[in-house]
């Protein structure tokens, strides 16, 4: 497998982070989480621009958007991986370690592959949920590397025989640990508007367009973990969980414990959009 760092493609093997790398100390720097299905990206603009405005935000400003493109492009032909998940990492630079930044160090971009399926089994099945308080920080729209808060939450979960913990401020539902929290209530599609609070996921956007273009109701509005386990249906959306619903909440069952049909519906109409990738 050929993976890069800094400057080189080099075999998966031999891949070595310098230990002066923000990253390392601080986790200083932003990342992307994209798909490959059937030896396509999926949503590539989407993911090259997030990751440009995580840097952005975070003041790296002089990362260039051809040098992403030939990276992550690099990648992929240099793998010959059809389905798969290719994550890229930027971090500040490499620098003797000082909390504020570096004068004259270049951002470092690693990436790498893996192979990847598609979680068919708990999206046909629907998954359980644990909920607990959201106390990160008022950035959550940088999809930043320092992510000890989504690891502790997603801990949570794993000890609690469940998928994901949906977090919530003041009982306000915002996102899970590594993805974006729906639900439906009375035909009408409800998630978290795409504030600080939230990192606004690629799936989550794709989510959106495919329900209003199939005339649901869509609101991007906050809702309650009481209105969570209220809900006529619930799910959760990533680039690798895509659309997983979400049928049980802390022990209860989400109505009667079903996979929602607005759900499937939704579902069926991401999978359309994989199919148009790779048309027969
Ligand atoms: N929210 C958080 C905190 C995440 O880490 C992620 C993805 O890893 C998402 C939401 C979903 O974003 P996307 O659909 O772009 O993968």
Not at 16 to 41: N, Q, T
Not at 233 to 254: C, G, M
Request: with cysteine.
């Amino acid at each position: 497998k050929i993976s890069y760092y800094n400057g080189e493609f080099i075999n998966d093997d031999d891949m070595k982070v310098e230990y002066k790398d923000r990253a390392v100390y601080f986790g200083d720097g932003v990342y992307e989480v994209i798909r490959i299905y059937d030896g396509e990206f999926f949503t590539f603009d989407e993911h090259v621009d997030r990751l440009i405005n995580s840097a952005r935000e975070i003041d790296i400003d002089d990362l260039e958007r051809e040098d992403v493109v030939s990276v992550l492009q690099g990648i992929k032909e240099k793998n010959n991986i059809e389905n798969g998940a290719l994550y890229i990492q930027v971090t500040r630079g490499i620098a003797v370690r000082n909390h504020n930044y570096p004068a004259g160090v270049e951002p470092v971009i690693m990436a790498y592959i893996n192979e990847a399926v598609r979680p068919l089994t708990q999206q046909e099945a629907g998954v359980n949920v644990v909920t607990s308080l959201d106390y990160r920080w008022l950035k959550c729209h940088i999809k930043s590397l320092n992510l000890l808060a989504n690891v502790l939450e997603k801990e949570r979960a794993v000890k609690a025989g469940a998928k994901e913990t949906i977090l919530h401020r003041e009982g306000t539902v915002t996102e899970g640990s590594s993805t974006n929290a729906f639900i439906v209530k009375d035909d009408v599609l409800i998630t978290h508007p795409a504030n600080n609070l939230i990192l606004n996921g690629i799936t989550r956007q794709e989510v959106l367009k495919l329900a209003k273009a199939d005339n649901v109701e869509v609101k991007e509005e906050a809702f309650s973990v009481d209105d969570l386990y209220e809900a006529d249906e619930a799910f959760f959306t990533s680039t690798t969980q895509e659309i997983t619903p979400i049928v049980q909440v802390d022990n209860k069952l989400v109505k009667d414990g079903e996979v929602g049909t607005l759900t499937k519906r939704l579902q069926n109409l991401f999978d359309s959009q994989l199919n148009k990738l790779n048309p027969v």
